[in-house]
C-alpha cells in the first residue's frame, strides 16, 4: 500500500487529528470489524451494501452469488471504497452539541479482480471462514468443487487507506463544566449470547471448540475492563 | 415513500425471500441501527463514510462540520445511498458454505437537502440527541446560536428503501447433517458496559437518567432472552 498523498481521496479532512494512516493502526481495525459497507458506482448512483469481509495481507476478500449486482460489478475493475466502522461507546457531553461517539473506523479504495483459481478461492474462503470465527475452518467440511463453482470472491487491492479514531471523555467548554450534568461515556460492545444448537432437542453433539475458544477470549476481555 | 417497482434501485436481486418493501420492518430497523453509512460518488470514485443518524418521518437526518466533503456534496443534490445494518448473530453451518450471519439491514435511496432553519435544525439536533440515548436532549444544555451555525444539518428524503433480515439456524444439505459437527447460532447483541464518568475523582453528579434508563432496558431485555 503506497503512503497517501495528503490530497488524496484518503486525507480526511474533518478533525485530522483523529487521522492515521499507518498499517499497524489500520490492520488491526479490519481484522476486528465484524463486517465492512462496501461502497460502489453505477451510472452516477452510489450503493453501499454490508458484506462479510476478510483480509489477506493488503487485500480484502468478499464473497458472494456469481451473478449478484455487487460481484459482477466489481469484477469488471471499477473503483470501490470499503469502510469498516467500531462504535466503542456513547460520549456524552453536557451540551447537546458536544455528544459523539467513540470509535475506530478505516475507510478504503482499492480496484476489484475476480479471483478465480480453485486453490486462491479456497484459500479465501478459509480466511472468510476464520474472520467469522478463528478455528472454524478445521471444524467442517470443506467447499467442494460445486461449492467454489456457486460462489465468486473477488479481492480488492488497498491502493489507499485511513484510520479515524475517537477516544476518551467527552470535551465541553469551560462554561458548560457544571456538576448539575452527569457527563461522561458510555462503552459499548459486541456481545456474544448463548450459542442455539441447530440440531433439535436430541442434539448432544458437543459444542464446537471454536466457539468454546470465542467465548473464553470474551470472557478473558471483560475481566480486563 | 412510494412504493419502489420491482425493477427499481431498491430491488432486492440476491436471496429475494429475504427482502422487504414495507414501512413496518424497514422504521424499526433504521431507528434501532446506532449508526449509518453514507455512500456518495464524486467524479466517478464511490466514497462510504460512517455517520450517526436519527430518523424524522421519511427522512434520515445527518449532521457535520459545514465545511466537510460529505455536507457540502449532499446538499448540492447529488443522489446518496445510506446503509443500516444490526449484526445479530454468526450462523455456522457444518459446511463452510454454509456459514452466514443473521442479520437486519436496510439500505435507502435518496436526495439530500440542508436543513437551514434554525428551528429546523434545534428540532433535528434534538432528535440525533435523542436516536442516541433517549431522554438526553432534556438533560443537557441546548444549542446556542453559534453551536447551530457550526453544525451543518442535512435531511436525506426516502425515495425507495429496502430490507433484509436473515433469521434463523444454519441451512445444511441433507448429506451435511452429520452429528459429530456442532452446528448452530451464536448470537451477538450490542451491549453497553460500566459509565466512565467525564469528571475528576470528585465528581458526585449523580448518574444521568436517561444512561440508567438505558440500562434497564438492556437488562429487561436480556432477562428476555
Redesign the interface.
Known sequence: MPEPALAS?SHV??LGARAHYERETIYPIIDAA??C?????ID???????S?HARDRDAILLH??PD??LVRHLCAGH?????F?L?DG?V??????S?S?N?R?V?L?GAARPVTSPAQKLRA??LL?EH??PG??Q?????SEE?LC??AVVAIDIEEASAKVRTG??V?SGA?RT?????????????????????SEQ??????GA?RA?FERQDRANKV?
Chains 1, 2 share one sequence.
Not at 37 to 41: I, L, T
Not at 79 to 83: A, I
Open positions: 481521496r479532512r474533518q465484524p463486517l459497507h462496501v461502497g460502489f458506482e452516477g448512483q452510489p450503493y453501499v451494501i454490508p462479510l458472494g452469488a449478484s449486482r473503483p470501490v471504497c470499503v469502510s466502522t462504535l456513547w456524552l457531553g453536557r451540551a447537546a452539541c455528544h461517539m470509535y473506523s475507510v479504495f474462503l478459509e471462514t467469522m470465527l472454524r475452518w471444524e467442517v467440511r470443506p467447499p461449492d456457486q460462489t471523555p467527552p465541553d458548560d456538576p448539575d450534568i452527569w457527563a461522561g461515556v458510555v462503552p459499548l460492545c459486541m456481545l456474544a449470547g448463548t450459542p442455539v444448537p441447530a440440531g442434539d448432544d453433539t458437543p459444542l464446537s466457539v470465542y475492563k
